[in-house]
């Protein structure tokens, strides 16, 4: 059963449709609504189905699990939605509903699969626990030892291509910067910030427990976190459960520092920036990656339509990069988030996550438009751009 | 109930009639304004009562302290003479009205009281405020400005109840005596109105100019002077505080400000216009906006500062349209700290 | 056909992804927001295409199955819920911007794109036109609106209803037919409906049971720069038709709103005439806002009546086109609900309109907001009688359902007609209309519907 404080405000949607729309109504911007379009993939037509199924108008099926976890999290019907008395727990709402689905063990296939991995392996990738230090071999990076901050690469940075490409250019760029940081390597555990969008609060707070655990036997007081995902957790969750470590993402750190670094390009380089939703409309750090991206001479920074708060999510939020819910198509939120892209003429999309990195890049490959658009880490672009 | 303490023979007795000559919106000769400032006194209706712009002035004008402003709000109240439409005047009553919904609140001193503008507390900040709790809200709203409705019996009726507030809600759970007020209506209610009324003020009222002096004193090492010319908006409610005014030169000097010799600059300040537009006065808004705007760009102002929210929501666009920046007191100070 | 033959079928027309018969579809499509008993649909389908419409209506009429075409589904009042069952047609994957002629300013749109879509358009690619927005949330469509005959914030200033804007249509017929209406029949382009025998009207207002509209052609207007409001304030409801009326005379103003209700506080007991408008220039928006002033100056120098001062925070929410403050009136009662009659009358008829509206919630013990919106520069008003509700208050519903009748009822016999009603109203407005008009309607349903699978249940003529 859900929580009473949420049960209480579940009546109080009008489904009114705001929040299917970024705040200047460009286009859908809610990634379930944009890809299913019907009513019920809408966040109020969500409300409604959870007060259907908590009143007993509806029962559990196959359909409806597939309703709520198709949800990204991503905020977008938080910043849009027109009711003060309810928009700011919509997001929460929804995952307690999940959390109460978890309990009751009628989940999706692959959102169980993915708890499974995590429980038993550790990482939702299947892979062993050391293949995590695999990203940093050849970097000579410290083992965490007393630096200033603890560099947490998370799941993505350790098991992902991509992300681990991402995490060895923010950890060099740190370093050249003269951050002083340390590294877990294969000691690092899950995060849990997706598995707590999934609804198993418990093993979230047990990982979060894990977690808090190993900072604070190795006395670690800062963390640089190179996902936004995982920056969420351990900034806003992890002190729930006793964590005074201060928390940052990447991003936040570099940003004073790159332009020590007198960032040039060669030639012209137009690039605009995906805002990570939990970068942006979660913890509303919308201004650093942009400093940074300004910092770079030679290169011409334009917004998509969709832009900060209003920002189209690639819809890898919520646990959806692991247990992909919303599926293939060209209304794919990442596939949607490349056209609009394109339409800015930018020759390079920016990211800031390696979710939001491997959708993207996934989605310009679907999209057929390798020839015309790239996704770069924000590090990776100043990296070109700084003289060896 | 409080009443006001208002002397007739003094008025009778002035020659000057400094209260109507001085006066930036009535314009009349010397015997004309004798005439009509004897009704006055008389309790008698006047072409005052319906002229008065209610810009508080004459209280700073008359120097005999005698409070024709507060006068020409009992007499207009009592002759039925609404300087606001009628319905604006019922709905302002009922909207600024307490709500009985204040608690004691866990304060420490230094101690802001931030009147009806509860909204405005995100500009205290930075390091002028450090460690300065805030309370605000219409349970401890000073309600002065019913003076421009015609309102005393408002202000009378309420104001007992927002002192009783302040005493246990704020003052006593914080320790301190001093409340810094915000909004120097309320400076002027505590430190004028009160004392011309009668009522009792338990506390110490302490002018949020003072408070930023005595910031600025401590943090002077971290000033770096703005060498910009700022236009001070004189707000109405200062004329019943005019020797805070003085404030605004200390603190000018101590970031590095200049005050530009204006026109419409200390008792000749210009009202913002935003009374007269709810008293209907459309074609005096315009005039005076007109001319106080083109007075400060002619001073050739960099910034205006105010330190009343109204007088900034009423006047920040025209004087931005002029390029001039718009900024509260406290924000200027902040600005010069690097902050 | 039985029914996995015909989830089959619109499978094949529509795609597997865009059909349901799922029980938490078939929830959320058989109730709308307001007050009406939910009925069960057995499909949904979303086309994406005059085609898969037509073909989906072939299906329709070959085996009798009710069709019911929805847009953003807000209209309140049950429209598109399926009375009879059948399929629901949810347009709104039907959302293309086909054209906009920034010379003869008209812009055709598929039938489910949104409002809030066409504006973020326009405001991009042609920001000095614009269209006229409804009150309604962003998410109503083109076409849904102007079905209805809906209004907006330029139905005062440039040319009543929605529906009198429309340029053209294109319709599908219940045989699955495909016309086209207005100057887009003749020639391609959709600029006017004149000179032609004006069939338009046979899809407007007729609550689909005519056909399924698939695009709009609709008028746009220009987008001046510079944008105000002023907001009167009166105590007196009966000075509401002089005071509309000189602002009408001005033809200064761009929208002209009635308005009272009892929260907030401070607003109980006065009526508010918020009228914007707008201007190429600032010296022309100083012209009109003095313009507007003046023709009021005698009442407000009475001190019965005035200009409200408006700070910049509350100003910005006048402004605002769609305005977010309508939506959260749903929540004044912490519930998530409110249902309205909009009636159609003369201006004349405000006060006794809100007299009627006061006195109507007062003895079934709700709550309200009432007012209107001046048409056409003054030929009608559109009033508004909003009821908000908890929807967990199960008494509180069955009152403002009670309500909903009464208003409609008060609404005809002031003079008025509800707009867009639910059932129950179009049968109150069909007892007074001639009956010649009714017969007409009945052969023109005969006609374009013969198998009565067009929204049935709606404008039924006995």
């Known amino acids: 059963m859900m929580d009473s404080a949420y049960r209480d405000i579940l009546h109080r949607c009008f489904r009114c449709g705001w929040c299917k729309f970024p705040l200047n109504y460009t286009d859908f911007n809610c990634p379930a609504y944009l890809k299913y379009r019907f009513e019920s993939f809408s966040s109020g037509g969500r409300m409604w189905l959870i007060r259907a199924w908590q009143e007993g108008e509806i029962t559990p099926s196959e359909r409806l699990s597939q309703i709520l976890f198709s949800c990204v999290t991503c905020r977008n019907c938080v910043e849009a939605c027109a009711m003060p008395g309810i928009k700011d727990s919509l997001v929460d709402l929804f995952i307690e509903a999940r959390a109460d689905m978890v309990e009751r063990g009628t989940i999706p296939p692959l959102v169980r699969d993915y708890f499974k991995a995590i429980s038993v392996g550790g990482n939702p990738y299947r892979l062993p626990a050391q293949d995590r230090a695999k990203w940093s071999c050849g970097l000579g990076l410290e083992r965490y030892q007393g630096q200033e901050y603890l560099f947490y690469v998370g799941d993505e940075g350790a098991f992902d291509e991509l992300g681990q490409h991402m995490a060895r250019s923010v950890a060099l760029l740190l370093r050249r910067s003269g951050v002083s940081f340390g590294i877990l390597g294969s000691d690092e555990l899950t995060d849990g910030n997706d598995v707590h969008a999934l609804g198993e609060k418990g093993l979230a707070e047990y990982l979060a427990r894990q977690n808090i655990e190993l900072m604070q036997e190795l006395g670690v007081k800062k963390v640089i976190t190179l996902s936004p995902h995982a920056f969420h957790a351990m900034r806003n969750r992890y002190p729930l459960h006793g964590s005074t470590a201060a928390v940052y993402h990447y991003t936040q750190i570099l940003q004073p520092l790159v332009a020590r670094l007198a960032p040039v390009l060669q030639g012209e380089r137009v690039v605009t920036y995906h805002d990570p939703c939990y970068l942006g409309r979660w913890n509303g750090e919308y201004r650093a990656p942009r400093a940074i991206l300004k910092s770079v001479k030679g290169l011409k920074s334009v917004e998509m339509d969709r832009s900060m708060q209003n920002a189209l999510c690639c819809g890898g939020g919520g646990g959806n990069f692991f247990t992909d819910m919303l599926g293939t198509g060209p209304d794919l939120a990442a596939r949607a988030r490349v056209r609009e892209a394109l339409a800015t003429g930018a020759d390079t999309i920016a990211v800031a996550c390696p979710q939001c990195y491997r959708m993207l890049a996934d989605a310009v490959r679907d999209e057929g438009a390798q020839e015309k658009v790239r996704v770069c880490e924000l590090t990776e672009i100043v990296a070109e751009a700084v003289p060896a | 109930m409080a009443s006001l303490r208002f002397d007739p023979e003094i008025c009778l007795a002035c020659e000057s009639v400094d209260c109507i000559m001085k006066c930036q919106y009535i314009h009349m000769d010397l015997a004309r304004a004798k005439e009509e400032h004897d009704r006055l006194t008389r309790g008698e209706m006047s072409s005052i009562l319906k002229d008065c712009v209610t810009c508080y002035a004459c209280e700073e004008y008359c120097p005999s302290g005698n409070h024709p402003f507060y006068h020409i709000v009992e007499l207009q109240e009592r002759l039925g003479i609404h300087p606001v439409p009628i319905p604006i005047e019922k709905s302002q009553v009922v909207m600024m009205g307490p709500r009985g919904k204040i608690r004691e609140m866990e304060l420490k001193s230094p101690l802001i009281n931030m009147c009806f503008f509860d909204m405005m507390k995100g500009g205290i900040r930075g390091s002028l405020f450090e460690g300065a709790t805030t309370f605000g809200g219409s349970d401890v709203f000073c309600n002065l400005m019913f003076l421009h409705f015609a309102r005393n019996s408002t202000i009378k009726e309420r104001l007992p109840r927002m002192i009783d507030n302040i005493m246990h809600c704020a003052v006593e759970p914080s320790g301190t005596r001093e409340v810094i007020c915000y909004h120097d209506e309320c400076y002027g209610t505590y430190t004028s109105w009160a004392r011309a009324f009668g009522v009792e003020v338990p506390f110490t009222p302490v002018h949020l100019f003072e408070f930023l002096k005595r910031r600025l004193m401590e943090l002077r090492d971290g000033i770096r002077p703005l060498n910009v010319k700022v236009a001070y908006q004189r707000p109405c409610s200062n004329r019943l505080c005019p020797e805070t005014d003085s404030l605004v030169d200390d603190i000018f000097a101590l970031i590095g400000a200049e005050r530009p010799k204006r026109t419409y600059e200390y008792g000749n300040a210009l009202c913002c216009g935003g009374v007269p537009e709810a008293a209907q006065r459309f074609d005096l808004v315009d005039d005076i906006r007109a001319r106080n705007v083109a007075d400060m760009k002619a001073a050739g102002a960099q910034y205006c500062v105010f330190n009343c929210p109204f007088c900034f929501w009423t006047l920040a666009e025209p004087v931005a349209k002029a390029g001039i920046f718009p900024v509260m007191m406290s924000d200027l100070c902040l600005l010069a700290l690097g902050e | ?462």
């Not at chain 3, 086909?98 to 598929?110: D, G, I, K, P, T």
């Not at chain 3, 001190?303 to 100003?315: C, E, L, T, V």
């Not at chain 3, 509180?396 to 867009?420: F, Q, S």
Request: charged residues 20%; aromatic residues 8%.
């Open chain 3, 1 to 462: 056909m039985d029914r996995s033959a015909v989830i089959e079928r619109l499978k094949a027309i529509v795609g597997g992804a865009y059909v349901s018969d799922a029980a938490e579809e078939l929830y959320i499509y058989s109730r709308d927001q307001g007050v009406q008993d939910p009925h069960l649909p057995d499909w949904v389908a979303m086309p994406a295409s005059t085609g898969e419409v037509a073909s989906i209506l072939e299906l329709a009429s070959r085996e009798k199955i009710p069709v019911v075409p929805m847009g953003g589904g807000l209209v309140l009042s049950g429209l598109s819920v399926p009375l009879r069952g059948g399929i629901v047609l949810d347009m709104k994957r039907m959302n293309r911007i086909l054209e906009v002629n920034e010379h003869s300013h008209y812009a055709v749109v598929e039938a489910g794109t949104s409002q809030g879509m066409l504006d973020a358009y326009l405001r991009k690619h042609h920001p000095g036109l614009k269209h006229s927005l409804p009150d309604a949330p962003p998410a109503a469509t083109i076409a849904g609106n102007i079905a209805i005959h809906g209004s907006g914030h330029l139905s005062q200033s440039e040319g009543g209803f929605h529906s009198e804007m429309v340029t053209g249509l294109e319709v599908v017929l219940s045989t699955g037919e495909v016309v086209k209406l207005g100057s887009c029949s003749t020639v391609p382009a959709w600029f006017s409906r004149a000179p032609l025998p004006d069939l338009v009207g046979l899809f407007l207002g007729w609550n689909g049971t005519t056909g399924v509209i698939t695009k709009v052609g609709i008028k746009l207007f220009p987008r001046p720069k510079f944008h105000d409001v002023l907001v009167y304030m009166t105590e007196d409801i009966d000075l509401a038709p002089m005071v509309l009326n000189r602002v009408i005379a001005t033809s200064m103003a761009e929208d002209i709103n009635y308005a009272l209700a009892p929260k907030p506080d401070y607003l109980n007991g006065f009526q508010m005439t918020v009228i914007n408008y707008t201007a190429n220039s600032e010296d022309e928006l100083i012209f009109k806002r003095k313009k507007l002033r003046s023709v009021l100056q005698d009442l407000y120098e009475t001190r019965q009546s005035g200009f409200m001062p408006i700070p910049p925070h509350m100003k910005a929410g006048f402004l605002e086109a769609p305005q977010k403050a309508l939506s959260k009136f749903a929540d004044v009662r912490k519930g998530g609900g409110f249902e309205y009659v909009g009636a159609i009358m003369p201006i004349e008829r405000i006060p006794d309109a809100c007299r009627a509206g006061m006195e109507i919630t007062e003895r079934h013990a709700i709550t309200y907001s009432l007012g209107a919106r001046i048409i056409g520069r003054g030929s009608c008003a559109m009033f508004f009688f909003a009821y908000p509700f908890n929807r967990v208050d199960k008494g509180e519903v069955e009152r403002v359902k009670e309500a909903l009748e009464e208003t409609n009822e008060t609404a005809l016999r002031l003079g008025g007609i509800p707009w867009k009603t639910e059932v129950q109203g179009q049968r109150l407005i069909l007892e007074r209309m001639d009956p010649a008009t009714k017969g007409l309607m009945r052969r023109i349903r005969g006609v374009l519907d013969p198998q009565g699978i067009m929204n049935p249940g709606n404008w039924e003529v006995t």
